[in-house]
């Protein structure tokens, strides 16, 4: 069986490490909580953090019970109970501004992980909940937040129309989030996943359901390399 | 073989005529036009129509063939071209006010279908299109009329956000209809269709995609028993 | 991080109440339990009861230990345990009479949900169960009640075949409820959702798999507007 | 390249005949006539025929270009326009009898290929047209026929809600056709096979959409081995 | 709350007991376990038999523990630990013969359902198991059994194969049953379904995904009404 | 039947023309050509050049016909054949660069109209095609291309992969366009599709089969607003 | 807008071509026809003739117009009529064996696609056709020559039993082909693909639903790295 | 009840072992493990051990608590802890090379099984884990390795991008495995079955998702027949 590591490589035998990737793209490293075991999440994130101290690491999908591990054994992790997400080190420097819409109650787990993520990488984040489509009201009170920003992420389950509306309010990027909320004929999410794709505001893209992970990279990237602005 | 035909059926061979179910429902004849030549379309509206011609006939899904047909062979035929369907005696007193409400223009001819019905069944009714979603100004502008309402029809494809803004607005009974503008992920109007499904605005139902005729007998029946109003 | 709350909303962090909804719509509150646990329901229905003690207030999908607490702590709260629902404050008066149908012994709390929903809002119900089409005298039975409803709601799982043979009875509106009793290719209620929203009889229309609640709204909202009748 | 072709086989280049094939199973020969051109319709028909003549053979899915040229070329051969369909030879001996039931007039063609398929295979057939669920008393009025067949084959497109009606009323075996009749969410037929596949009147089986040979094969096979019965 | 018992129908409140149903249909009492309680199950059991104590009653989809106390509580139950299926009263004689064929050993319990409900509904039952398509020998070896059985019950998941096979070997009625047995994209049963439906074989019907209860009474429906054979 | 037209809005019957609309977004007017007529097209595109000539005007999914008689009409028209685009007016000036990557020649279509939909809406726009996944030397060509752009649009049809492959190259914001090329088990884009929302390269967003100019839109927003470069 | 072309790389504008491809692989040059004009076919062919006239050129999915062009305008082509395709050039020399097996005659284009692709990427090939699992004796006729093969290709429709049934045969590696042959529930080859994808016959894997050439690159590859064997 | 065992055969009641069949295709004795008790594995492990103790026997989906039991009862048993599988007995020679390539650790568990289950089917396995197309020097690093097999096993979940791009480097017959490695449009591993099956590259096929034992046999079957090479 055939496996070498070479430099900036470091293999933990469940998982290689890429210790130079940072370096490389300016992101920053990145732990996949889901089906790793709370001692490996804790191992992994000390790795990590021991070879570069100087930058953050950001771990998502972590359940409850190695939240607690990692809170317990390294002093230096900041929980964010809401994302299921704990980052160690130093956050960047925020550059430009991501802002987070999300519909409903529901969707602030998914909302929190756009919001921890996009931080993480470096922008400027605010978010507004609670906004669903069947209260207008909501949204129109915070159409110029939503002009003002580099990047929106919008986080919507059920219809997942709430990008189509803010979409139509706006002209500033917008990447929609579809999550699982709903029961029955939303199948898991698609159903708001096909809403997104088939919206009726141009300009909308989409992620997969619950990824909020991918849309706060995306939004980062965006909202970091944006021209800086007047102040709002 | 077995085939019978008792009272108040008429039997034209390619179709069963019961000429008697007005009278049980109170509601009108309607022929199906999809899937019937020019010529069945004519002779079974010509039998309806002279078996009761003091009630309205109504067909839908008539091709402009068949529309062409009707119109030359049946004079006191009314065609709606953007309906595709034709009427034939006169049309019931208007009881009660159902709206229909459009999302694109695209979507007009099902908006069209479910207004004639409504009419044709017996209820009054308005329409207003071109009231999507990415424009919130142009709802907004009719909230007044919205309200007013016996029962809203609302028609849209794409991503089917219109109910949900609309059932956000107003307490009146709405049916949803979605319809199968798109393309690619709207797979016929199937995202419109789970979008209605899923809305968060309580109080949404649905029917058939392009199911426009469906809609306006629904609203027809609720608009037609419902408690008189003061004029608005 | 933006959130501000306005006046008539309540912010208990994990959820807004806005507290004069009803008062804009005239309908009740309504907490979906779904997700949420069991103090946290209490605390939901305790605040909204408190800031209109004259107003009913509806929980569904409430689970059996959340049900128990409810009526350990809140003396006024009446559960309906097939429904999975709590009713805390006095319901209004009943106008109009909505009439749910269910098809088998298993689609109980489904129309369960319906009948409480509808009643909370503001309409009389009836219901009618174990009225399966393969036994077609059990529908004929009541086919007088059918016709002297002012909304009908139809609940019934697998096949989904009840709506149809019902709405080709009468010519009430009918609003379909399709469950997720069944298995194997039922698909979660998807057979039963696809064979209502392509039923035969005319002026039928549907809600999501389960969705109770939804329908009992829509049927309320066309029951209590509806012109009265002579007693039957 | 490997083709040889033994005892009771004919090659015709575009398809290999077994002509011996009747004589182990007792069922006729029978070409499948979508995908092949007239010219080789009739020669296939006039092979079979050749070698057994004193035997049915059975042509369905025949355009009418191949019906117009399979009535010119064969004299012996008649048509079913209806069917779709042509046979060539005598017809057997009918033993037994199967009842094709169809709901609407768009299913006619499935149900009569049903029959012919039934009669060539040599059961008796009897066949009610028109019998939709949202017509109860058209169902109620054949009760006594349904129950004295030996085999049904209900046939119905849409929401296939009448192999469940059927089923309830009698407990003959029930072969179960869905049809492709209906749009949008019908998804081809696909509503209606769901539909029959959860049927809640046990006993029901069911067969491809629009699938009237193989349920005319099946249920001719049950009828000709039943038990003789009195005279009804 | 509209609801009435008439003749031959108790209530127990959790479920009606229409205890005439048999005397209509000649067809036995089934309790559809999956959903109720152990003690439900008992006692409907035993209000079942002593209505009709010369009666089976067939009670499926029993658990374990459901039937640790029928085994206790009603002494004359016979449980199927196979079928998760329970007997209470005296079979029916058995009239004409049902041959069960299964693919896999993981098929046996729908298999078994299958058998033992063809018997409490009056036939003679067979079974083969482990008849899988990847080994011909095993099904050519039962070739005339298949060929004496008066309808065949041929049970598979994952690709679906051996009804093909099966209906390819002989003329009699095939009730193919689609097991869940499988992963990936069996997609819980979809991928055998298809294959059956779509059999080549022509005279092949399909039920349910792990339907064993509704092919049983279909084929018991067919076998006892067939003409007697001699002894094979 | 109620319907007006206010300021900034003009009304051709089978259109309502928004022609205030590029003011308040700063994006230009777009005419979705699909189902539109020849004549229609002309005329949209003739009255909001001549409302706004010192704008742009862009015509998507026009048809060889109607690009005929727009370039035979409309003088100033150009046309990109490839993309089936028309546009009308001076372009505006180039903000940012937008990289439109192309996986195969079938692609080509959907990266034109991607191309040209970005250039109107603002963006410099570089186009580099043929390269496909299966050839990771054409990649690897570009990574200095890729690296340099505001945002990157990578359209692919049957599996999807590019941009997984790009996405692990840099870390420009990236929109996936999956297209409707390959045949079989593609499902008309379905397979791109949810490739492309499963991209294990984080940052990856997806718009609709097929659409370029949803992501042409998109992807101008961004680079529009980006932070000017030093020339690479 | 970029693009340049290296060494062994010609620009026709529509397509651009590797010419180089075969030397690196030892694969023959292709070309997909679908989607390509006769006259482009035509021009591809003669120019990957001219650059390499010692290796095959081969073109797939041609039309019958097409198909006519090349044939009069390239003196050397050869036109395979059922495969709908054509070869130029010396075929190489063969190596190994395929054997191709069809389940029924409308499988037959495809399984000449696989069978040519074969022959033209360097294996011996040999065809079986119109071997159904229904008739179990075809198949066992030719047991031989299955096991005497290197590799398999198994091409069915319909259910898509076939490959199962072979693979419980024969230790072979096999690649089974879905087609698209059916109708309803088949889904387009739907049902065939899942069926295959499950066989329960180890050592089978799968291509796209009418992917003849695909099968036959993959065999050829199996075939032509075979150790010799003694003649059978 | 019908059940004869014959030569070769032993029955445990809960399984039929065929205990010749390796003798018959040279193939080792398979136990598939889900579904089965910890017991019963044992069981037949022993019992095929026992009948032919010089070859090897395979369990796959092995649980922890059923690894355990093996490892204590069977002391020559061999635990794979990341396959999830065991093994019984020398493995036999190994003849030719297959190299089993993964994109993610999550596809660790599939990998290993795909390799343990060539190796005891007689090929010599390599392993290159954690091969992501977002990481192309990983790939291209091992592009010697990947030409030298004589079968490639390419595993990977989420997009399925891996099999496209190695099977762009090099001309070897590969076996495609897709993962439900993923979540949301994942769809438990149907996006990556349709990227594989829709891969652009040739000569990719494909077996189920998860099914490392199957892409293991075909592999095995086809590297044990290549034709020797030189030593890479």
Redesign the interface.
Known sequence: ???QVGDGVKDLG???L?TDRAAR???PE?VYG??KTPAQIVEILRTLHETHPERAVLATRVTEEAADLVVEQLPGAVLDPVAHAVTLGPLPTARGRVLVVA????DAPVAAEA?LTARVYGAG??????V?????HR??A?RE?LAGA??LIVVAG????LP??V?????????AV?T?V??????????????????????????????G???G??AA??AR????RDPA
Chains 1, 2, 3, 4, 5, 6, 7, 8 share one sequence.
Not at 125 to 130: L, R
Not at 158 to 161: L, Q, R, S, T, Y
Not at 167 to 175: C, D, E, I, Q
Not at 225 to 228: H, R, Y
């Open positions: 069986m055939t496996e469940y998982a290689r890429d793209t300016g992101d990145v889901a089906g519909a409903g109650t529901s919001a984040v605010d978010v507004v909940t609670d669903g489509v069947s209260g207008l949204i129109l915070v937040e580099d990047c059920m219809e997942g129309a189509s509306v979409g139509g309010l706006v002209g500033v990027p917008l990447v579809p699982s709903g029961y029955g004929a939303s199948f898991g999410g698609l159903a708001a996943l096909l809403a997104m794709l088939n919206s009726c505001a141009p300009g909308v893209s989409v992620v997969n359901i619950d990824n992970f991918g849309a990279v995306f990237r965006v390399n944006a021209a800086p």
